[in-house]
């Protein structure tokens, strides 16, 4: 028998077996429907027998920076929430896949990761909420993409295949820009530093470097890298997704507990932060802190640090916990689902953190003493320099008369701000403050504070 006959049986071979095969989805039924040269067939068909062992990956080893004298925690609350034994030991051969890339790029263009193999008893839309699981836990993993698909070979059966936009190579370098812009993040808090100061030097740092991307957020391509820590930390620019992995890696970095949470604001997805500190969970938008214009960014940038679950459902809706996901089957043989799910979450209750019951001046009534108050704030800030001053007045009284209090002279009587100026322009003890302006934070649609005012220095 010549050679071209050999060949022509051993491709009625691959054509018989790859129909037995087609019906798992293999490699060898797509690489003849494809019109792939022979190696490739055959190689496919070889993977489709005897396994996934030799796919050639390349581990990743790398390494977060860390801030001495804070320990960093790895927050894996999505684990925990999973409450199946069997999902938890399909968790951990994720979480390993995600660190080993393959050397050669997959038919879609991208990098394919350690295969995984899929236990028998996991239905696909338990294979669908682990591989979420995972991703939330570890948002450093940025070059892992959403997308996935499942395979089968008689020597693996159902094997889980995970993609990244980047080659080890590129992984390692962009890696290393991440690490370098996380540095001086962490050298800028001080040692011994309370929870909530980390917590304010961190948020302070995202919201000060870091742009809302509108470009990505119309495209709606989550493989792009405003969606991820990368994208936030390194070129600048994010959109929601990539704000909230910024946080959470970042606190768990210094020791504090913090996730994800995913929902609806403004008829469009969403994601935030749930956040530990002292003993008690609050609710953190980055993103909204990070206000669109930068006449705006001053006065804001607080109004969603360490709030209520309450007060978040002014303009927040929060997606139902991931037992009642609803699933559906693509024609790309994978789960999905439209809705937005989490993992377990805490219940914010708690207000003792929240930036402005903590920073803002409490006022309690319209007298002179509160204008003495007011006095005695200004001359603290002006010595230090301060630019903004936060003022809280009591629920109890009506938003129209504090504002007119503070900011209207009424015949010779000056407002409260009026006098509280020219008395500590009078003190000796400060730099004199040449002006102040007064903003009115009003309860509009996306407005979730009521009598709060922030008074900006400006000084001569």
């Not at 879609?108 to 839309?125: H, I, P, Q, T």
């Not at 009284?397 to 006098?419: C, D, H």
Request: proline fraction near 2%; hydrophobic fraction near 40%; include cysteine.
């Amino acid at each position: 028998m010549d050679g071209k006959m050999k060949k022509i049986r051993i491709i009625a071979v691959a054509v018989c077996l790859s129909a037995v095969l087609t019906l798992t989805g293999c490699a060898t039924s797509e690489a003849i429907s494809a019109g792939k040269d022979f190696s490739v067939i055959m190689n496919a068909l070889k993977c489709d027998l005897f396994g996934s062992d030799d796919q050639g990956c390349t581990p990743l080893s790398l390494s977060l920076p860390v801030r001495e004298g804070f320990k960093p925690i790895g927050s894996k609350s999505a684990f925990a929430s999973l409450k199946d034994e069997t999902m938890k030991d399909a968790y951990k051969d994720i979480e390993d896949a995600i660190y080993q890339i393959s050397q050669n790029r997959a038919s879609n263009g991208c990098f394919e990761l350690k295969y995984v193999r899929l236990r028998s008893s996991l239905a696909f839309d338990q294979i669908y909420i682990v591989k979420e699981a995972v991703l939330a836990d570890h948002p450093e993993a940025f070059w892992v993409m959403g997308n996935y698909t499942v395979q089968n070979n008689f020597h693996d059966g159902n094997y889980l295949v995970l993609y990244s936009k980047y080659s080890a190579e590129e992984i390692n370098a962009m890696f290393d820009e991440l690490n370098n812009a996380i540095v001086p993040i962490l050298s800028g808090i001080p040692d011994e530093a309370s929870e909530l100061l980390r917590e304010t030097i961190i948020h302070d740092a995202v919201v000060d470097s870091v742009a809302y991307d509108f470009e990505a957020a119309e495209a709606d391509d989550s493989s792009h890298d405003a969606f991820n820590v990368y994208g936030a930390l390194v070129r600048k620019k994010a959109v929601c997704t990539g704000y909230a992995s910024a946080m959470k890696m970042l606190l768990n970095l210094v020791g504090i507990e913090c996730r994800t949470v995913v929902g609806m604001s403004k008829n469009s997805g969403h994601m935030w932060n749930q956040v530990k500190i002292d003993g008690e969970w609050y609710n953190l938008d980055v993103t909204w802190d990070d206000s669109a214009t930068e006449s705006d960014i001053l006065y804001s940038r607080y109004n969603y640090f360490n709030i209520t679950d309450e007060r978040l459902a002014i303009n927040h809706k929060t997606g139902e916990n991931y037992s009642e996901m609803k699933c559906e089957y693509t024609e790309d043989e994978v789960y999905v689902t439209t809705e937005l799910y989490n993992f377990d979450l805490e219940e914010c209750t708690a207000t003792k953190c929240n930036y402005y019951e903590m920073y803002a001046l409490h006022l309690n009534a319209l007298n002179d003493s509160e204008v003495d108050v007011i006095t005695k704030k200004f001359i603290s800030s002006a010595q230090e320099r301060k630019e903004l001053i936060y003022i809280l007045f009591d629920d109890s009284i009506e938003s129209e008369s504090a504002e007119a209090w503070m900011s209207k002279n009424s015949g010779t009587q000056y407002s409260a701000l009026g006098r509280s100026l020219s008395a500590s322009n009078k003190s000796g003890s400060a730099p004199k403050i040449k002006n102040c302006s007064l903003v009115r934070m009003s309860s509009g649609e996306d407005d979730i504070w009521n009598n709060l005012y922030a008074v900006r220095l400006i000084y001569a």
